[in-house]
């Protein structure tokens, strides 16, 4: 079992609509939780990250961590095509600080 | 303010063969990660380096190697390649801890 789960989609909605996008983790000692946005063939982006548990909003974005499931989300309001990317969750903690990704989930926002 | 870089952009090598890649951090970070993210897939941690020395490693075998720099720009060394080893190489830059790290637009290699 991985560490950090994320559904690959691809996930296609309409212009306007919220999006839900999602990961779930089973180690308990992450602390950080960072949501990165990848276009096609370029480096991820960093959009959003959170310390421990609580939710935070940036924009159309907010993060959600919800450390008791071990549950992260991240919701796009008022998505537009030029969000259509895919979408990486990643997590660190523990002792160390490297980054451990979801394989990430493609988004399609459609006129 | 220069985000983090590096060169090159695009890389084809043949099995076998070694190849250096290049990093150059956000300006005031002093710490470098690199990861290695194959096609559909997250990117998976490689090693991390800090005042020029490898702080933590993943996964890889010992053909994958590290430089930091005194000016903390860093280098990824890969021997022997295979074409599994063919993959997009980012490197990210962070600071102190370095848990929110920033990407650079990654290297692509392609082992043939």
């Known amino acids: 079992q991985k560490e950090v789960e994320q559904d690959p989609g691809p996930l296609s909605v309409p212009e306007g609509a919220i999006v839900s996008l999602n990961c779930t983790y089973s180690?308990?000692?992450?602390?950080?939780f960072m949501w990165y946005r990848q276009y096609s063939r370029k480096g991820p982006e960093l959009l959003m990250y959170?310390?421990?548990?609580g939710n935070k909003e940036d924009g159309r974005f907010t993060a959600q961590v919800d450390k008791s499931s071990k549950y992260i989300s991240l919701f796009i309001r008022d998505s537009q095509p030029s969000d259509s990317a895919t979408y990486l969750c990643?997590?660190?903690?523990?002792?160390?600080?490297?980054?451990?990704f979801g394989t990430g989930t493609q988004l399609k926002v459609e006129l | 303010d220069a985000g983090v870089t590096q060169s090159p952009t695009h890389l084809i090598k043949t099995r076998g063969q070694q190849v250096t890649l290049r990093c150059s951090p956000k300006?005031?970070?002093?710490?470098v990660s690199w990861y290695q993210q194959a096609l559909g897939q997250g990117p998976q941690f490689i090693f991390q380096?800090?005042?020029?020395?490898?702080?933590q490693r993943g996964n890889f075998p010992d053909r994958f190697s590290g430089h930091q720099f005194p000016n903390y720009s860093s280098e990824l060394n890969v021997n022997a390649l295979l074409l599994g080893d063919s993959a997009l190489y980012l490197c990210?830059?962070?600071?102190?801890?370095?848990?929110?790290?920033?990407f650079g637009a990654g290297t692509r290699l392609s082992v043939l």
């Open positions: 300006s005031g970070h002093d710490t």
């Open positions: 180690n308990s000692a992450f602390q950080y």
């Open positions: 959170t310390y421990s548990s």
């Open positions: 990643a997590m660190s903690g523990g002792g160390g600080n490297k980054l451990t």
């Open positions: 990210a830059s962070s600071s102190g801890t370095g848990n929110i790290q920033y």
């Open positions: 380096y800090y005042e020029e020395e490898e702080r």
